[in-house]
């Protein structure tokens, strides 16, 4: 139980196009997802806190019209990146909290690897 | 404001050695939690544990053992009898019970040589 699916695993756009990146908790409910990036050979970096129905809680310095989160329904998020250049090539990681199983219970998605050109 | 500090950047050890994983954390929260998370190439973040900050009692899972001191503000990761497979990037974390986010460490490179 308790599997988080990140849709697609690997994507190379050209600069300027735009990206969605699904988060999918595939078992259990989540009202909260969280997106995280990671540059090669660094730390996951939380950018934005997802809630269900309501707008995304963005991070400093995380440009929100940039990365345009969705959160439509209790089991998918959405991160698009929009207008993407090189410097957005990263890994994103998403994680979904399960309401049921309590609190700072997060479970983490595969990751996305986006390469823009 | 919450901190999480791994000062090892990278280790090397030879295959069944053990291995200690330093992780140091700052946070004003009474109720907080800590956790541990393996990295494989792969780049899948893989859980290890969670602990509460109420629960001092070390951890042993087959081959590996956490020792959390709240006195030194520690939650270090040991590996025992270390093998190939055990490499990867570990990271230690920190939430509080306030939200959910997690603070990540810089994460530990960790090689296991034949």
């Known amino acids: 139980g308790a599997v988080v699916s990140q849709h697609p695993s690997w994507v190379i756009c050209k600069s300027g196009t735009s990206v969605k990146i699904e988060c999918r908790s595939l078992?259990?409910?989540?009202?909260?997802m969280f997106w995280y990036r990671q540059f090669p050979k660094q730390s996951l970096m939380l950018m934005a806190t997802?809630?269900?129905?309501?707008?995304?809680?963005?991070e400093q310095g995380v440009e929100k019209d940039k990365f345009l989160i969705n959160h439509a329904s209790l089991t998918l998020s959405t991160l698009t990146v929009t207008s993407a250049h090189p410097e957005d090539s990263s890994f994103y990681i998403c994680?979904?909290?399960?309401?049921?199983?309590?609190?700072?219970?997060?479970?983490f998605g595969p990751g996305t690897r986006l390469t823009v050109l | 404001a919450q901190k999480v500090t791994q000062a090892q950047t990278e280790i090397s050890v030879v295959e069944k050695e053990d291995v200690t994983l330093d992780c140091v954390y700052e946070?004003?929260?009474?109720?907080?939690?800590l956790f541990w998370y393996k990295q494989p190439p792969s780049g899948e973040l893989v859980f290890l544990i969670r602990?509460?900050?109420?629960?001092?009692q070390n951890e042993i899972s087959g081959r590996y053992s956490w020792n959390f001191q709240k006195s030194t503000s520690s939650f270090n990761f040991t590996i025992t009898a270390s093998q190939v497979v055990d490499s990867a990037v570990y990271f230690c974390?920190?939430?509080?019970?306030?939200?959910?986010?997690?603070?990540f460490g810089k994460g530990t490179r960790l090689h296991i040589l034949p």
């Open positions: 946070t004003r929260d009474t109720t907080y939690y």
């Open positions: 974390a920190l939430s509080d019970e306030r939200d959910d986010k997690i603070i």
């Open positions: 997802s809630n269900e129905g309501s707008k995304a809680t963005y």
């Open positions: 078992d259990f409910q989540a009202t909260t």
């Open positions: 994680s979904a909290r399960d309401l049921d199983r309590g609190y700072n219970e997060q479970f």
């Open positions: 602990r509460n900050s109420f629960d001092e």
